[in-house]
């Protein structure tokens, strides 16, 4: 391993050794245990299929690297066993202990554009009692089970239980290039019946990938990843996008989306494809992927042989204001180790690229550098934070992204190797990226007039089988 490729390898971050990572899928906690699957294709950057990669943790923190879970095996997910999410089944399994199901998508490519023709998506499911284990795979819906009006692209079953029915979600691109989400419902978790869509009110993007839905204080919340929005200066500044809407109602009462309530869950380079599960401690716990679909940098650069890593999990609550905030769980302080001072009015030299910084009491406006080459500030009076690259060489292709924030209390900086996590006012606002530190030691540079400022050099050994 090269200097540079050892300093860009996460500690307590989710990755591949080698190979490609994206979409999180099917977390849970099973048994006690939290499993952390993913879409995998380990042949990267070899052409390959994607399957699912799959950790394992007691305490979302040490980790356990499982191999690969779900390989493509039958001739419905012959191209590859996209993404899903997982069902604990309380009492399902023979025994009368848990059972696991994991339901995906089966890809499945023929001749022709892939959009309109040449591709079947069906709903496949495994069952697992010790969450090691798989059954064979069940094959739940085929491409007749889908309204006659959609294209080929339907896919990222998320399913979930709600007052002793099943409900299925899926993810769909219609005819006419608009995305939008189905909804099927079951009362066994296996035989499922088409229960209607939920639209936007105008088109919202052409395609809506990993729906899911976040149940919090009585208030329902769709999640979507849409594709195709016309990129504005403080919103959609990505390829594509990963946020939700607030309903005024349950998720099973709605038809129609108001798309000017979207909200973007994180406005930094790096986040796709969230996933959200309850814990046995019913914490609501999203994890998202810390990479971009066709995007036009890198997460790659100099030969690294990993692409793209997962954030930390992220604990899920409701703001004052009705809207989602998300903070790094409570395990993820277990890993602060050594802490130091920070100085708001000049900052500090780090042993490493491994650090939590955080910031209270923050009064005015704000700057803060990491190695001259990452830059994050606020100013009060242009109402925006923002989070600039000014070294090419750590920024590997990614530029500037902006959002409109009127007042900074508080700042965590999570720092893991190659990945920052930015979270502001107690995660109101969560900004995400990849970058390729050139140097040992992590410089922090800080003008700011705030109550406390701390860091810790983060321990934690991520798995890298
Ligand atoms: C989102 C996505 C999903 C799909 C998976 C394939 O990043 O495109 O819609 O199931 O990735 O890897």
Redesign the pocket.
Known sequence: MTAAHERWTTRYHLAPHTGWL??PNGLCQFHGTYHVFY?ADPSWPAPGK?GWGHFASRDLVSWEDLGEALVPSIPEDKD?A??GSALVVHGGAPDGRDLMRLYY?GNVKYEGDHIHTGRDANEVMVTSEDGLSFSEKQVLLRPEDYPSDLTRHV??PFVWEQDGCYYMML?ARRADDVGDVLLYESTDAVAWTYRGRIESERPFGYMW??PNVIQLDGHDYLVVCPQGLPSGEARWQNVYQAGYFPLPQSVLDTQVVDESCFVELDYGFDF??PQVFRDERDRCILIGWMGM?DADYTSAPDGLAWCHCLTVPREVSVGKDGLLCQWPVTEIDGLRGFSQPVDPAVGAILPHHYADIELEGIEGDLELGLDGALELSFSAGAGQLSMAFVDERAAAGRTERILPLESLHDLRVLIDGSTVEIYANHGAAVLSTRWFPTVDTLLVTMHATCERACSWEMGGEAPRA
């Open positions: 994206n979409d879409q994607k590859g996209y993404s998508t896919r990222d993810g990938e990993c796709y494809a679909p």
